[in-house]
């Protein structure tokens, strides 16, 4: 698990970079701070590409997740970042994971959350997340990882049934849509219209595929 940032500086500046380019004529890659950072938009430049980005270090929300935790700042933060999603799931995603991690993942370069994130769910599933791909599934993520906070709190989760559908499948991937709606409670048809549930359920490879004899044990999610 990565807690701290590679740190490399700008390749014209002592700045450090948050983005590095590929340049596919010069078959070169090159990091940029904010200020020498070329303008990408809109596809002014289309021999570069992204290999990765990050926030600035020293960024309003890099420095908001490293407040004290009771502070109001930081609370507001978590409020805004959680419940109220304006830095997306991954957002969400993030805090969880940095809280859980005792580490700043808002600091990491885009690669290095994401083998992150996936290095924790493999381990949160005992290894069943291998029999899904999860790296398009945020609200997979958003929701393993708001399970395991508040699990860490000693607090119990206040999951929605959109959340319980997505950890259930998780748990039992043989389970049917009927076996998850039970459960949840909900209906089918109100499962049908859950986009994470559907991602999820789409990308769950056949038992045959994964050669999936019974159920993987799932030991540390925990809907309670
Ligand atoms: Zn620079």
């Given at each position: 698990?990565k807690?701290?940032?590679?740190?490399?500086?700008?390749?014209?500046?002592?700045?450090?970079?948050?983005?590095?380019?590929?340049?596919?004529?010069?078959?070169?890659?090159?990091?940029?701070?904010?200020?020498?950072?070329?303008?990408?938009?809109?596809?002014?430049?289309?021999?570069?590409?992204i290999?990765?980005?990050?926030?600035?270090?020293?960024?309003?929300?890099?420095?908001?997740?490293?407040?004290p935790?009771?502070?109001?700042?930081?609370?507001?933060?978590?409020?805004?970042?959680?419940?109220?999603?304006?830095?997306?799931?991954?957002?969400?995603?993030?805090?969880?994971?940095?809280?859980?991690?005792?580490?700043?993942?808002?600091?990491?370069?885009?690669?290095?959350?994401?083998?992150?994130?996936?290095?924790?769910?493999?381990?949160?599933?005992?290894g069943?997340?291998?029999?899904?791909?999860?790296?398009?599934?945020?609200?997979?993520?958003?929701?393993?990882?708001?399970?395991?906070?508040?699990?860490?709190?000693?607090?119990?989760?206040?999951?929605?049934?959109?959340?319980?559908?997505?950890?259930?499948?998780?748990?039992?991937?043989?389970?049917?849509?009927?076996?998850?709606?039970?459960?949840?409670?909900?209906?089918?048809?109100?499962?049908?219209?859950?986009?994470d549930?559907?991602?999820?359920?789409?990308?769950?490879?056949?038992?045959?595929?994964?050669?999936?004899?019974?159920?993987?044990?799932?030991?540390?999610?925990?809907?309670?």
């Amino acid at each position: 698990m990565k807690l701290v940032a590679d740190n490399p500086c700008c390749q014209l500046c002592d700045r450090p970079a948050i983005i590095e380019l590929r340049d596919s004529i010069q078959a070169l890659d090159a990091l940029h701070c904010q200020v020498h950072k070329p303008d990408l938009w809109p596809r002014k430049l289309p021999h570069l590409s992204i290999r990765r980005f990050r926030s600035d270090p020293d960024s309003i929300t890099c420095r908001l997740m490293e407040m004290p935790e009771d502070s109001p700042e930081h609370t507001s933060f978590r409020e805004e970042v959680c419940d109220l999603l304006i830095l997306g799931g991954e957002g969400a995603c993030r805090y969880y994971l940095s809280k859980l991690t005792n580490s700043n993942q808002f600091a990491l370069w885009n690669t290095e959350f994401e083998d992150n994130a996936y290095e924790y769910l493999l381990a949160a599933t005992n290894g069943a997340a291998k029999s899904f791909e999860v790296h398009c599934n945020v609200g997979l993520l958003r929701a393993v990882f708001k399970l395991a906070f508040e699990g860490s709190r000693q607090s119990r989760a206040a999951t929605t049934k959109q959340e319980r559908a997505v950890v259930l499948l998780v748990n039992h991937l043989t389970w049917s849509d009927d076996a998850i709606a039970e459960k949840v409670p909900t209906t089918v048809k109100q499962l049908k219209r859950n986009c994470d549930y559907n991602a999820l359920r789409a990308s769950i490879k056949t038992r045959r595929d994964i050669g999936l004899q019974t159920e993987p044990s799932i030991g540390r999610l925990d809907l309670r």
